[in-house]
């Protein structure tokens, strides 16, 4: 089986609002958007002490604020599962009390279970011993329930949906690498050509190709037939050194955290990336160079081993500036340290 956790994490961290949106419409509904969530990761670990309870999976406790203006905090505990567990419904209700017990706030449990077995639905924790009863009950989402009818994931905006899509078709086609294949440039097709803006596109496809990881020799044929697609519908691309690094806040962070030398040594570093990656994009006649002389830059300075040119010019345009995304991330918490 595919690993999911990893990437229903960075599904989380990205689009919350949309797994809300999609999953707990009810939810979404009652929170104020204009008030940023606040992830409360490192809260979460004081609960769940090491090796207690087994595997914790995907678990994500997200502070929001209500649209009726309350103070108090609205602690949402999300729970990811993609595999069957004995005791989740337990688990589901130790977290509960434990959030409640140390932060004294109301707690609002979500589970999602994305395991393959229609007859595993944990919803409630009950318990009832000489008259003394709990009975803890919480809303869930089983997404094994969407391949019933696909049409509402396939005709979806929402980012959400073409995620769970991937997660569906990743359990279906395990040892079945074309339809996996077929699948995922499907997927693909649809938001090239509903015109996702292209940093959205590039967070959902980092995503979708965690969860639809292909063999080597289909991975080839994969990015000549996703580079044709790219082809097909003209979609812009981020193709400027400077604006890349404006839309990620690259400035404003090393303006914050990084010392001005630091700063002045990365701007001129960048700059000749920049003019490296457009001659490369002269030679080559295509965008890919100027992304290839940008992602080696950033290499160098995180001090990995520089990627060749020829290599980098074989990955469709989405793959380069997915890539981009993941070396400007890394450097940005480097300069934070």
Known sequence: MSEYDSPWKEILDEFLSAFLEFCFPQIYAAIDWSVPPKMLDKEFQQITPHGELGRRSVDKLVEVRLLSGETEWILIHLEIQNQWIADFAERMFVYFYRIRDRYNRRVVSLAVLGDDNPEWRPQSFEQDVLGCKVEFTYPMVKLNDFIKDLTPLEDSNNPVACLILAHLLAMQTTRKPVQRQHGKLQILRRLYERGVDSQ?????????????????????????????????NNMPYITSVERLAREEGLEQGLEQGLEQGLEQGLEQVLEKGLQKGRQEGRQEGRQEGILAGKIQILQQMLNQPATSTNELLTEPLVALEGKIDELMKELRSRGTH
């Open 200 to 232: 959205v596109l590039r967070r959902l496809y980092r995503v979708i190709d965690w969860l639809l990881k292909l063999p080597p020799n289909l991975e080839i044929s994969f990015r000549e037939e996703l580079k044709k697609i790219e082809e097909i």
